[in-house]
């Protein structure tokens, strides 16, 4: 592990979900100098189990794939360190890393050649203590992705919560497993009547009131309203937004789209010199296929571009 502003890194790698592992598993098995720091929040580790991950016919549990992914990459060299990363800065053709946490470098500031942003996105979450949501999560009873399971939710019971347009099209898409979709909100529907109608069209219920109390027990989401009464699902899918892990990329000047997403190149290049993004922080589709794929897509950009600047690339 590089130790000095003499020895820098190839690579840091920000984030150690699927795009950030698979990227350091290619740097690694390039002979790069690679480094992960991950603070341990990512949204792959709460997946009871994901069944739409080919090569996995029977499913695998998050926190399984993330600890082979971590596994894997270890094998090759890179390194692996809960962290994490606080601050990113342009200096000397390098870019220097401040990192915080108890697995943390003796030697600061980390410097690299480059970096690659795999910071992810964070769910907007329903008013549950962390206890009770992540109990709600494991129990596959609270969900956040309908691409990702709602193969399993065929024929269930499903509330959607998430008053707005947004929320509705979550709804409209579950759908198509299921004929029993309730649309709910934290604080009422704002659709306006074109919405509303559509929602008719597709066959949406659309909860009378906010949701006042929120129950999960004996494999049943129990809702209550503020009116009173009382709803009854199999499970239950939060459409309330997300958020983007951006700080660190705004530091070093990258563009955003819409003030949220990184923007990239085909390659996954940023628009600040040195700097890579991969995973959910793209604009892109919020999958674990697609994260790995970017990872990789990120690896090899990174692993040429280093070449290039080294003099060692032969371009066909």
Same mark, same amino acid.
């Given at each position: ?5 003499? /020895? ?10 699927? =795009?950030? &592992? ?7 098995? #390039? ?6 720091? /991950? ?11 994901? %069944? ?37 800065? %342009? ?18 500031? !980390?410097?690299?050649?480059?970096? &690659?942003?795999?910071?992810?996105? !964070? ?13 709600? !999560? ?34 409209? #898409? ?17 659709? /306006? ?9 597709? @066959?949406?219920? &659309?909860?009378? =009131? ?5 129950? #999960? ?5 129990? &809702?209550?309203?503020?009116? @009173? ?19 660190? @990329? ?7 789209? /819409?003030?949220?997403? #990184? ?54």
């Amino acid at each position: 592990m590089p130790d000095s502003a003499a /020895d820098p890194l190839d690579c840091l790698i920000v984030g150690g979900g699927p =795009a950030g &592992l698979t990227a350091a598993l290619y740097l690694a098995r #390039f002979h790069r100098r690679v480094m992960v720091v /991950d603070k341990g929040e990512g949204r792959l580790q709460m997946i009871p189990r994901t %069944h739409n991950l080919a090569g996995y016919p029977q499913g695998i549990r998050g926190a399984d794939l993330l600890s082979e992914m971590r596994d894997q990459a270890a094998r090759y060299g890179a390194a692996l360190v809960q962290a994490e990363v606080t601050a990113l800065r %342009h200096a000397d053709g390098l870019i220097e890393a401040e990192i915080a946490g108890a697995g943390a470098p003796l030697a600061q500031p !980390v410097r690299a050649r480059t970096v &690659l942003l795999a910071t992810g996105v !964070v769910n907007h979450r329903p008013p549950l203590d962390a206890a009770t949501h992540d109990r709600a !999560v494991a129990a596959g009873l609270l969900r956040y992705c309908p691409i990702c399971d709602g193969y399993e939710q065929s024929g269930k019971r499903i509330a959607v919560l998430g008053g707005d347009r947004h929320g509705l099209a979550e709804a409209v #898409f579950l759908r198509s497993y299921s004929r029993d979709v309730t649309l709910v909100s934290l604080t009422g529907l704002a659709l /306006d009547p074109a919405e509303r109608a559509e929602a008719d069209r597709a @066959g949406v219920a &659309l909860a009378p =009131a906010p949701v006042s109390h929120f129950g #999960f027990d004996e494999g049943e989401v129990r &809702l209550t309203l503020a009116d @009173g009464s009382q709803h009854v699902f199999d499970t239950l899918y939060a459409a309330l937004g997300t958020h983007t892990r951006n700080r660190l @990329g705004e530091m070093l000047g990258t563009r955003l789209v /819409d003030g949220e997403c #990184f923007v990239t190149d085909a390659h996954q290049r940023t628009t600040a010199s040195g700097v890579y993004a991969a995973g959910d922080a793209v604009d892109a589709l919020d999958q674990i296929g697609i994260a790995i794929g970017t990872g990789a897509r990120a690896a090899v950009a990174i692993h040429n571009d280093l070449r290039a600047r080294d003099d060692e690339l032969l371009v066909p």
